[in-house]
């Protein structure tokens, strides 16, 4: 439902920037996010951003990560600076989003998942 892109292999230092798109075709999409997982582990959040640009990063990534939106708003950025070997994940774009205007709730609408490796 959501694609997700910008994922690679980086050396520790790098920068990457990952890039999210929710279909054009939904109603309205709400706040938007990042989260990453690693095997064995939960889901954990990196950053979300609402529709009138409220920000919050995770403490592991604040001051390296900058979350963004498009201007059609069914896009979301995430560039990440300073990257580290422990930034290895599988980061996946979340997106709230109300499908109908007769809808009186937001659907939580993920992506498959763009792989980031940070080599030392």
């Known amino acids: 439902q959501l694609v997700e892109s910008g994922g690679g292999l980086v050396q520790a230092g790098g920068s990457l920037r990952l890039s999210c798109v929710a279909p054009?075709?939904?109603?309205?999409?709400?706040?938007m996010g990042w989260y990453r997982q690693v095997p064995g582990k939960q889901r954990e959040l990196v950053a979300t951003?609402?529709?009138?640009?409220?920000?919050n990063y995770a403490d592991l990534v604040n001051g390296r990560v900058a979350i963004t939106r498009g201007d059609a708003k069914n896009t979301v950025y995430l560039q990440m600076d300073s990257l580290k070997p422990e930034d290895t994940a599988r980061y996946y774009c979340?997106?709230?989003?109300?499908?109908?205007?007769?809808?009186?709730?937001?659907?939580?609408?993920w992506g498959r998942g763009t792989q980031v490796t940070v080599s030392s």
């Open positions: 979340n997106a709230k989003v109300r499908t109908a205007v007769w809808a009186s709730y937001d659907v939580d609408y």
């Open positions: 054009e075709s939904i109603y309205r999409v709400n706040a």
């Open positions: 951003i609402t529709s009138d640009n409220s920000i």
